[in-house]
């Protein structure tokens, strides 16, 4: 699905030099790369406040911390997402509630969200899925209306763009992921939480530093240790110079599936709704039989995934919630029909021709 060594292959010599670059200095925790990255990336986003931390699901669970989501309080959100978007709220003991999604781009469907929204509510956390920014307008506006602040789940978006906004900006704050796999990934896992108030990103360092204080033995909160460390935020730093172009690269081959998939009986290909910018961070279609059409590309040596499987609702983790097959028709049909074909920019075009060949033979089959 990635081929994360073609990529190195073409940054070695950058990435050798940053790396070279952290070892030197002796300062792997903290210090100039980690400052640097989150100026940097937070300015990427066009916010002013960047706090890197371990991981994106720390991301998330520290930003709602922030936020002071606790028992008794409800986070909207959607199901059809990664299982840490639902961990983060659990994790602050406060319940998920899942608005369905639209079907055409995967996320919050924002007519449906007012129906979600009552008295405990006390966030809104739209999810970016496959590099697709949510339909951030409505969600802000009706978020506004009842004086809620909108947390984007942009672990899959870095450079997607709304209405011309980019991913990180279209919410209070954003957080994002940098595993490896991701449109902009770390050696080893990385997050940040971007946001230009300053006073929540002050919250968030502090939560993620053993809520310290203004001396290193104060810890006036009880945190945790969720820090960026300098060497990944050195070899992201390498990589955000390139991030624009490996996202053209991807919206190229973007283009290229969907020309020569269209029209495909039997497929539903992935669109762009109007005003949106995808990140392309995945490609993937809706196939009706698709575990069998899965498995026949595999037999041609063509890699899929399916992201995902079961939306969270459904999961066992989640049970003592009461979701239930038949809450959310959308996002549980689109567990059972999407799949997700190779996309990253260094695939060969040729590449994309011979998987959209390989996927028409499959579904005719
Ligand atoms: C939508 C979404 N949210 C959150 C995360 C969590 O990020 P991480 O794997 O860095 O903890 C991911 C990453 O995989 C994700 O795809």
């Known amino acids: 699905m990635v081929d994360l060594q073609a990529q190195y292959a073409d940054i070695h010599d950058e990435v050798r030099a940053a790396v070279e670059r952290v070892v030197e200095s002796g300062r792997f925790i903290g210090g100039d790369e980690c400052r640097l990255f989150e100026q940097e990336f937070a300015a990427y986003c066009g916010v002013t406040h960047g706090v890197g931390v371990a991981n994106g699901t720390d991301a998330l669970t520290l930003a709602l911390r922030a936020y002071g989501v606790g028992p ?9 997402t990664f299982i840490a978007t639902g961990e983060a709220i659990l994790l602050n003991g406060a319940r998920p509630v899942f608005v369905d999604v639209d079907p055409e781009t995967f996320t919050m469907d924002p007519g449906r969200l007012e129906a979600a929204i009552g008295r405990r509510t006390r966030l809104i956390l739209p999810v970016h899925l496959y590099g697709h920014p949510a339909d951030m307008r409505p969600i802000r506006e009706l978020a506004a209306r009842h004086g809620l602040p909108v947390l984007e789940d942009a672990a899959q978006a870095h450079g997607a763009e709304d209405a011309g906004v980019r991913a990180g900006g279209l919410g209070h704050a954003a957080c994002f992921s940098f595993y490896p796999g991701k449109n902009l990934g770390a050696y080893g896992d990385a997050g940040m939480v971007v946001t230009s108030d300053a006073e929540f990103a002050a919250r968030v360092r502090q939560l993620a530093n053993h809520g310290g204080g203004a001396h290193k033995y104060d810890n006036v909160v009880v945190g945790t240790n969720s820090r960026l460390d300098a060497l990944q935020a050195a070899v ?51 196939a009706s039989g698709r575990d069998e059409v899965a498995a026949r590309l595999a037999q041609n040596g063509v890699a899929t995934a399916v992201h995902y499987p079961r939306p969270i609702h459904l999961q066992p983790a989640l049970a003592n919630l009461g979701g239930r097959a038949g809450d959310l028709p959308i996002s549980e049909a689109l567990s059972r029909d999407v799949l997700s074909l190779p996309l990253y920019p260094e695939l060969p075009a040729a590449a994309v021709d011979r998987i959209a060949e390989a996927l028409r033979a499959a579904i005719a089959a």
């Open 72 to 80: 008794g309080d409800e986070v909207v959100t959607v199901a059809n």
């Open 236 to 286: 992201l730093r390498v990589k955000l110079r390139h991030l624009d172009d490996w996202n053209a690269r991807r919206r190229e081959l973007a283009g290229r599936y969907a020309q020569a998939l269209e029209p495909a009986a039997g497929v539903r290909l992935p669109r762009e709704r109007r005003g949106a910018r995808s990140a392309w961070h995945l490609y993937t279609i809706r």
